[in-house]
């Protein structure tokens, strides 16, 4: 079954604990991002990667990294998080210029 | 900046009737529509998509119409059912493959 994977589903964790969620999809597509949501703001791009150790902000980038070694995997890294980090972000990934798919969601709360 | 926003962030629509939800975009250049569906606790799901070469597309109870001259994107649903409940997000596909998201429309279906 084409999917995006994300794990973990539900996280709390405390500030300034570096914390990894961790993205894959099983559908060889080049384009990954990562995206946050929040009440009243839609989606909000945090990072994106077109294909294998190219990535780029999106418009929220400050506070997190993320790494494309690999097609499959898109990881998204929170160094020092904060509670203004709390959200509920998601994964998608898409082959050129088509839809997006998405992961099921990680609602991060940040103590 | 450019952004894609929804006029009413909710409807409220009699169970058996027709639901349209609206969507204004900024960015001209704008080549590639998508609408999605979220349900409670799930990631975005594609409904429909429209290409800016098209004004029009139908799928299974749901039209998409796009109006390139005065930037609007609706969704239409026909028949709207209590499963339709969900938060609609409209996207547009600017530079770079990116995906710009609207802040969502709540629609509750009244039985």
């Known amino acids: 079954e084409a999917q995006v994977t994300q794990n973990p589903r539900y996280l709390i964790t405390v500030t300034g604990k570096k914390l990894t969620v961790t993205c894959s999809q099983n559908?060889?597509?080049?384009?990954m991002s990562w995206y946050r949501q929040d009440p009243g703001l839609g989606l909000r791009q945090i990072y994106y990667?077109?294909?294998?150790?190219?990535?780029d902000k999106g418009d929220v980038p400050e506070g997190y990294k993320v790494s494309r070694k690999e097609k499959r995997n898109f990881p998204l890294i929170l160094e020092s998080p904060s509670p203004n980090q709390t959200s509920l972000y998601f994964c998608a990934s898409r082959k050129g210029n088509t839809e997006a798919f998405f992961g099921q969601g990680t609602r991060l709360t940040v103590v | 900046g450019e952004s894609v926003g929804l006029h009413l962030p909710t409807l409220s629509v009699q169970e058996g009737d027709n639901s349209i939800i609206n969507c204004a975009y900024s960015?001209?250049?704008?080549?590639?529509f998508i609408w999605y569906k979220q349900e409670s606790g799930k990631g975005p799901q594609f409904i429909i998509d429209?290409?800016?070469?098209?004004d029009k597309r139908q799928g299974q109870r749901v039209t998409v119409l796009l109006n390139k001259t005065v930037k609007h994107l609706s969704l239409q649903i026909a028949a709207t059912q209590p499963g339709d409940s969900a938060v609609y997000f409209c996207a547009e596909n600017s530079n770079d493959y990116k995906l710009s998201f609207g802040a969502g429309t709540t629609v509750t279906v009244r039985a």
């Open positions: 429209i290409r800016s070469n098209m």
């Open positions: 559908m060889n597509h080049e384009y």
């Open positions: 960015n001209s250049a704008s080549d590639y």
């Open positions: 990667s077109m294909n294998v150790e190219v990535t």
